[in-house]
């Protein structure tokens, strides 16, 4: 997108005040928002500044919408040069806008462009007569009437190198233009070949009762059926949360003191305390003093025994190292000592 700046300062206005008409619409426009809002109001009060401008915003009108709405300057100059809307420089009383993207291309928009240029000049130049100033801008969204230009607030359409001169000519003489299609189509449907929704029906509201006809008898189908699907999903036998099996009180599948307290009869099975009672069946113990004597736990570590005679001693076990074999060679490494290095005293008591 192009830098858009301020027009030069000889072509701006010295003052700038909102008129009547712009100062009632401006507390219309305000009242639409909560108080301490009326910030929002902005691009409404600058478009309507720029109507009594003449089309285009001067310096002072931007100043005088930001003093209206209590904003800083530079915010409401920062909306008035991002939107392309908004017009910065001087334009003609009748400010064309030329779609030159590629659909309005494809359908002659260049022959259209030359007529421009020929009576009117260069982009943003306004006509000696202050009728007429244009300016190529990108796609207007009126693809299907290509190519069109946008003249003020309205769209013309379905120009011709034809048509658009006599659309100029009366307009710098004041007669009354068609606003749209200048061939005759009716909006964007196909010109002289319409062969869709052509039927009476369509339009005499003839179908109205019979969609709604349908309608009611789907939602009364759908009302009858919803009952009986409720009732089709309740299950016909109830299942207990849990299993009967095991449980004493609430089932006999178990032969136990409660149930036979219950039922009146000694809570102990007769049979089951002849069993306890023979003594045949009886389990023995063995006494702790018959019991086989326990020897002390084995440790974990290996010693050299002490030696029963004078410098005699009883052999090593074979799982001890001998001390100061490296852990690598011993057969078994139990507390650490064996790969201890030996320390070496010299005469100046130094250790090595």
Known sequence: MAVRK?????????????????????????????PGRQASAVIALLGKAQEQAGGWLPRKAIEAVATRLDMPVI????????????????????????????????????????????????????????????????????????????INDDYYEDLTTENFEKLLDDLAAGHPVKVGSQIGRSRSEPFEAVNTLQDPTL?????VGAWRKRFEEQAKAAETAEPAAAMASIPQEVKAAKPTAGRPIESDAA???????????????????????????????????????RHAPQSGKSYVASPKKDGEAVPSSPTTPVAGTPPAQAETRRDGSESKPDVIVDKDNKSS
Not at 9 to 21: D, H, I, K, T
Not at 203 to 207: A, N
Not at 265 to 271: G, L, M, W, Y
């Open 6 to 34: 301020l027009a030069p300062e000889n072509m701006q206005p010295e003052n700038f005040v909102l008129s009547a008409e712009t100062e009632a619409f401006a507390d219309k426009e305000i009242a639409k928002y909560p």
């Open 75 to 150: 915010r409401v100059m920062e909306v008035a040069t991002f939107y392309t809307m908004f017009n910065l420089e001087p334009v003609g009383k009748y400010f064309i806008q030329f779609c030159g993207t590629t659909p309005c291309v494809l359908r002659g928009a260049g022959d259209i462009r030359q007529v421009l240029e020929r009576r009117i000049g260069d982009q943003n130049h306004v006509t000696a007569d202050g009728n007429f100033s244009w300016l190529e801008v990108e796609c207007l969204g009126a693809c299907s009437n290509a190519p069109m230009v946008q």
């Open 203 to 207: 339009y005499d509201g003839s179908l």
């Open 255 to 293: 032969d136990t003191p409660a149930k036979r307290a219950k039922e009146g009869e000694t809570p102990i099975n007769p049979a089951d305390q002849r069993e306890a009672a023979d003594p045949s069946k009886a389990t023995k113990g063995q006494s702790h003093t018959e019991a086989e004597p």
